[in-house]
Structure formats: structure tokens, C-alpha cells
């Protein structure tokens, strides 16, 4: 299953625009919002390496602070020798907003991998478990 074209040549964008001084690997990556709006990220190193975001979740933060909160597929590319899949976190981070999404991970070379997020993160700990009331408009300000 090939990823598609028109996220796919977003994500090889973004990975350009990488910040990536400490540990040189650039990662891009784009992802679909569910009535097809397209967003785009890449990683973030800092000096202190707990800092560093990662390229999928820059990708789901611009989405949701232009309004977006459901997505229905991503393609991330990396200069790997094979595709790389979303580290732990990234999975969870994910996870949050799409428990299903369909990820394709590429590398420059041309190889592709498919995988449903639900099977890369088994099991996964999500919205469902915490029953919070959702604050009140008014309470948010």
C-alpha cells in the first residue's frame, strides 16, 4: 500500500525545515484532518534533549491550534536506512486524537511501510480511561 502522494511530497517538505543540529536526523511529516485539510511538522532539537519534539507531534500541534482534533492518516519521512515508525511517546501523543490513523513511514531511498496506529500502540491508555467533566466555556476564561 503506497502512501499518498499529496501527503507524502508534504511531509518531504517539512523535513527540510527540520531543526536537527544535535542529532542531524531531520524527520517530516503530514498529516490528514478528517475533511481532508493537510498539516505539516518537523522535528524540534533542543540542548536540553528532553526538550526535542518530534516531527509528528509538531505536525499534530499545528493542527490543533488551527481547530483541528480528528485525523485519518500521516506519512512521516526520515534519511533511514529503512522506515522509521513514531518513537513510544509519539504513539501515545497520536494516539490521543486518532487511535485508528493510517501511518505510512518513508525514507528518502523510497521505501514505505503501512501500519494502523491502534497496532503499533496495543492496549493503549486513552481519552476513555479518565471520565473528566468538560469545563464550561465560561469557566475557561
Known sequence: MKPPEDLLSVAIYARQKAYAPYSGFKVGAALRGSVGEIFSGCNVENASYGLTLCAERTTVCTAVAAGVQTFTQMVIVADSETPCPPCGACRQFLFEF??????????????????????????????????LPKPKASELF
Do not use: H
Open 98 to 131: 486518532a487511535p485508528n490513523l493510517e501511518l505510512w513511514v518513508a525514507n528518502l531511498s523510497g521505501e514505505t511501510k503501512f501500519y494502523r496506529l491502534c497496532d503499533l500502540l496495543p492496549e493503549a491508555f486513552g481519552p476513555s480511561f479518565i471520565q
